[in-house]
């Protein structure tokens, strides 16, 4: 009787064991085969999936290229579109004046490409204000039309990332006061150049040289050139950092102004229209002479797309 109870627990020990090991064997195979699936489908899913991050991603960039490229052509002198500037600045203070002097200059710029983008006229006219101390105390203001000016660019170079562009200059003795112009036609040289081969920094310059060769006797013959380099770091969504500093230099009267800048602005497009709005402080490092000691650039740039 014991003999065969334990007979009967040794096969039942035995089975049991068996019947375990099968259990163990019948789970591990069923979770083989449900990650095997889960696997598959992985494989499928991110066969789906890749494609569409892909495309995705993809757009992101190019609208990211695209408007960088909007942005940084909304800053281009030479770019291939109509375009209509309204610029400001305001001097509140000038170098070795007194500390009443002040002057204002709003300059309206028209800008027009000819013959295919490879020729742009700009016209440029200023409305000046001018306010200084005579020897009395008392504030001599004058405020009207400056003289106006105009410059003719060929472009040499001209695509995508680069816009290297030259002609002749010429101003009017159209100031309507003495004191808002120096009374002389000048004739001169104007390059021009524009690097854009990266969609975050653009950067480029305006070079002008202007002399007197008729008008107003009894005033002072003019020998003028001024250096403009300007550049552009984009920040994302059309809001970029700038400086347009403008270098001035009075060679006949051995007098110049050498501004640093620094401002921000915003480029917006509306239909066929980008707008371009800054603000750019500027403070001069370097002059000689009765010149801006401080200035503020304000301006909105209109480009009219196709036209």
């Known amino acids: 009787m014991l003999i065969f109870i334990k007979s009967r627990i040794k096969k039942a020990s035995v089975s049991g ?5 099968s259990e163990n064997i019948s789970i591990n195979g069923f979770l083989g085969i449900f990650i095997s699936m889960l696997n598959v489908h992985k ?3 991110m066969k789906r999936i890749l494609p569409l991050l892909f495309i995705f991603c993809s757009s992101v960039l190019f609208a990211q290229e695209e408007e960088g ?3 940084a052509q909304a800053n281009n002198p030479l770019a291939n579109m109509t375009a209509l500037n309204f610029h400001d600045y305001y001097i509140p203070k000038l170098a070795d004046a007194s500390g009443d002097a002040y002057m204002n200059t709003a300059w309206i710029r028209f800008a027009k490409p000819l013959a295919g983008g490879k020729l742009l006229f700009r016209l440029s006219v ?3 204000t001018v306010g200084m101390p005579n020897g009395s105390g008392a504030i001599n203001s004058a405020n009207g039309l400056g003289d106006i000016n105009a410059f003719l660019a060929y472009s040499f170079v001209s695509n995508a990332t680069t816009t290297v562009g030259a002609g002749p200059l010429l101003a009017f003795p159209t100031a309507s006061d003495d004191a808002l112009g120096a009374g002389k036609w000048q004739g001169g040289m104007a390059f021009v150049a524009f690097v854009a081969k990266s969609p975050v920094i653009q950067f480029g310059g305006l070079v002008t040289w202007q002399t007197s060769f008729a008008g107003d006797e009894d005033r002072n013959s003019t020998n003028m050139a001024a250096v403009q380099p300007f550049y552009f770091f984009q920040l ?7 400086g347009a500093p403008i270098w001035a230099f009075d060679i006949e009267n051995e007098a110049f102004h050498m501004p640093i ?3 921000i602005g915003k480029v ?3 239909g066929n ?3 371009n709005l800054f603000i750019e402080p500027q403070y001069s490092m370097l002059h000689k002479g009765t010149q801006p000691q401080f200035q503020v650039l304000t301006g909105i740039n209109l480009q009219f797309v196709g036209q």
């Open 17 to 21: 064991a068996l019947f375990y090991h």
């Open 69 to 71: 490229s909007s942005a």
């Open 273 to 275: 229209t980008v707008l």
């Open 268 to 270: 917006v497009k509306a």
């Open 126 to 128: 200023p409305m000046s």
């Open 236 to 242: 994302g969504q059309g809001t970029y950092l700038r």
């Open 43 to 45: 494989i499928k899913i």
């Open 261 to 263: 800048a620094l401002g």
